[in-house]
Nanobody, 116 residues
Framework: QVQLVESGGRLVQAGGSLRLSCRAS????????LGWYHQAPGRQRELVAR???????DYAATVEGRFTMSVDNTWNTAYLQMNNLKPDDAGIYYC??????????WGQGTQVNVSS
């Protein structure tokens, strides 16, 4: 069973920066697919950034150039560096891990608030 724990969310002023972390339990013999998702109040969860096992990372257009996703060399911890934050970036950020067997796991989320 894989468990994911996100951390790093807090209140920040618009234009500021945050780094979120997502720690995954377990050992992965095959690199998993890792993603960060954002859920704004009253809206559906949306993909922000996704790291494929190949090492390629895709970003949503709304965060391209402002957010950077990285993964440690064990693929047990994923980070989301968020720069130049905007009020629309506020919400809950979740990480998702998809194993090579296509099993999906979600963390509990971490709250980001952005003051204008």
């Amino acid at each position: 069973q894989v468990q994911l724990v996100e951390s790093g969310g807090r209140l920040v002023q618009a234009g500021g920066s945050l780094r979120l972390s997502c720690r995954a339990s377990g050992t992965f013999f095959v690199k998993p697919d890792l993603g960060w998702y954002h859920q704004a109040p009253g809206r559906q969860r949306e993909l922000v950034a996704r790291r494929f096992p190949s090492g390629t990372t895709d970003y949503a257009a709304t965060v391209e150039g402002r957010f950077t996703m990285s993964v440690d060399n064990t693929w047990n911890t994923a980070y989301l560096q968020m720069n130049n934050l905007k009020p629309d970036d506020a919400g809950i950020y979740y990480c998702k891990l998809t194993t090579s067997e296509r099993r999906e796991y979600w963390g509990q989320g971490t709250q980001v608030n952005v003051s204008s």
